[in-house]
């Protein structure tokens, strides 16, 4: 039965929030989605989870990854492609003392003022401070108060801010973040009530203080001028992969990451736990959350407020000064027909075809400006020059490049393309315009050093490694179950049987193929045959295909370099892979 406070906090979030309305009544979205993203953890991918909320006429999705919005790009693109509104977010940590106790609040852009201002948090969040070595998405309230404009926040669910220091006993520290956090964002900031519809009476007690904490927030007036009391409850049951019959997939990651183990029943698959979380209909959350509707209501209220996704943008290049006055066209020419005589001089070209080379330079030059490209060309030939001027081994070039006149002039390659009839219009064509590429290859050895140049000329804030993502691979899938999964049936894997049935599967190439391919393969049929011998390696493939292709990790690539003319945490967030920042 419903209590007379939560009668009064259905009046309050109703009266506080309508002006927002934009959604049709009884409109809904899911706030709390996660996908593989969140690393080691989420069970289903980006492009999984916005089909399954299509097919389930879910209007609206938050996507709210652990500490990241790597899949903020895929996520806006994907959205529109299902007619599904996409709301960019993150789940970050606060550091709630200096016990190392902390909770969860999500970020949802509003806007792209918000989204710049998440990835500044997020780039905050990362970098490291205070004894952190970097990369664990932990932040504190004063971080808020410089990104403020465009951000919702909600204060988590399980795991959230004020749901930790409850169930530490630490009311008092609850009620006062709660004020903190409320003068922060306002009318921006909503209480997370998070079910799964298996709440034991420890939780039910819990929340039953989260909401009456809710409710009782003194009057405050935000920077609208309206004065509000309480804080807006919104409902969520945290998505971590699309289907229930993902949840398997979801257990074992979680026993991969904790260093547990999961049961396997009669079946082959997973004893069946009670908690799910998949992402959920309108009638299943009707159904969670009947004693407090309002709650599910403000999902659609916060849908209403958000109008952001992430754009594909042209390339935003830095402005390459070299100190000449000169403009990027004029520096360009200037370095192009100086490198291009020199080549000339050194290669001993006869004097006869000079016009020849001359022409094709000036007919090449005429086309970079035009594609406005001269600033690309100038920063790639600076840090190629400098790195041969520190004895740093450059490769001679490879690919299209090497049919650029105005690059071999740059000592971009270090290949004639006249000789060898290397066509530039491969490389640059006004009919056909794209970003050029140059595939540059430094010595490994020295790599970083070209790394450092690139950083100290344009900026910390402008430069940043490419970020990679590590999959997993069909091999890894397998010792991963291996690992984790018992059975009354035939107790545990030995590490003897998981090395013969992983050396097994067939090679694609320096890649083993994936576990379905593996076991198709007519042409190789070890592997198939070995688990076709016994039904407990038929258990154990099974239950690796279900994780098979997830993401595990991520990394900086080993040579790809981010260089803008824009801070970068105006338009993405910066990780940290130890010491190195990437975007």
């Not at 009884?26 to 996660?34: D, E, K, P, T, Y």
């Not at 490879?398 to 004639?416: D, E, H, M, P």
């Not at 190789?524 to 154990?540: I, T």
């Not at 595990?552 to 981010?562: M, T």
Request: glycine share 8%.
């Amino acid at each position: 039965m419903m209590s007379e406070s939560l009668k009064q906090s259905i009046h309050n979030d109703r009266g506080n929030a309508g002006a927002f309305a934009g959604l049709p009544p009884g409109s809904f979205a899911q706030l709390h989605v996660h996908s593989d993203y969140s690393l080691s953890k989420g069970a289903s991918k980006v492009k999984e989870m916005l089909a399954r909320a299509a097919k389930l006429q879910i209007p609206a999705v938050a996507l709210v990854d652990e500490a990241n919005m790597y899949g903020a790009f895929q996520f806006s693109k994907y959205a529109m492609d299902y007619g599904v509104q996409p709301i960019i977010g993150t789940k970050l940590w606060m550091r709630l003392d200096d016990s190392g106790l902390k909770g969860s609040i999500l970020l949802l852009a509003q806007n792209a003022t918000g989204y710049a201002n998440i990835c500044a948090i997020l780039s905050a969040a990362h970098r490291p401070h205070d004894g952190t070595k970097g990369g664990e998405g932990i932040i504190d309230d004063q971080v808020f108060s410089q990104h403020l404009d465009g951000v919702i926040a909600l204060t988590g669910g399980r795991d959230g801010c004020l749901w930790r220091y409850l169930e530490n006993s630490r009311d008092d520290d609850a009620e006062a973040l709660r004020g903190e956090l409320r003068a922060l964002f306002c009318d921006r900031l909503y209480v997370e009530i998070a079910r799964t519809g298996y709440e034991d009476a420890g939780e039910v007690a819990l929340e039953e203080k989260l909401i009456d904490m809710a409710i009782e927030a003194p009057a405050l007036e935000c920077l609208d001028g309206v004065t509000r009391t309480g804080v807006p409850l919104v409902a969520a049951s945290e998505a971590w992969y699309s289907i229930e019959s993902k949840n398997d997939a979801f257990e074992i990651l979680k026993a991969v990451e904790g260093q547990s183990t999961v049961k396997l029943g009669d079946d082959g698959v997973i004893a069946k736990t009670q908690r799910r979380f998949h992402l959920r209909t309108i009638d299943e959350m009707n159904a969670l959350f009947e004693d407090i509707p309002h709650a599910v209501t403000n999902t659609g209220l916060i849908a209403s407020r958000c109008s952001f996704k992430v754009e594909k943008r042209d390339p935003i290049l830095p402005t390459f000064d070299a100190g000449t006055g000169l403009t990027e066209a004029e520096e360009l020419k200037a370095q192009s027909r100086e490198g291009l005589a020199a080549r000339l001089r050194d290669m001993l070209i006869p004097e006869s075809e000079h016009e020849t080379y001359r022409a094709r330079l000036e007919f090449e030059l005429d086309i970079i400006e035009g594609m406005k490209f001269p600033g690309y060309f100038l920063i790639v030939s600076d840090f190629i020059k400098w790195a041969k001027a520190q004895g740093i081994p450059v490769g001679p070039g490879r690919g299209s490049g090497a049919g650029s006149l105005v690059a071999y002039a740059l000592q971009i390659t270090n290949i004639n393309p006249i000789p060898h009839g290397l066509l530039f219009e491969r490389f640059l064509n006004p009919e056909r315009v794209s970003m050029p590429d140059f595939d540059i290859d430094f010595c490994q050895d020295r790599r970083e050093e070209v790394i450092q140049y690139v950083l100290k000329k344009y900026g910390m804030d402008y430069v940043a490694l490419i970020a990679t993502f590590g999959e997993i691979k069909s091999k890894t899938a397998l010792k991963d179950v291996g690992r984790v999964a018992r059975s009354d049936e035939f107790g545990e894997y030995g590490f003897g049987e998981m090395d013969r049935l992983t050396k097994a599967i067939p090679m694609d190439k320096a890649q083993p193929k994936p576990l379905k391919d593996a076991l198709a393969d007519k042409d190789q049929p070890q592997f198939r045959e070995m688990v076709e011998s016994d039904r407990k390696y038929k258990v154990l493939i099974d239950n690796a295909i279900k994780i098979e292709g997830l993401f595990r990790s991520n990394g900086s690539h080993a040579a790809g370099v981010l260089i803008t003319g824009v801070p970068l945490t105006s338009i993405c967030a910066i990780g940290w892979d130890d010491k190195k920042q990437m975007g």
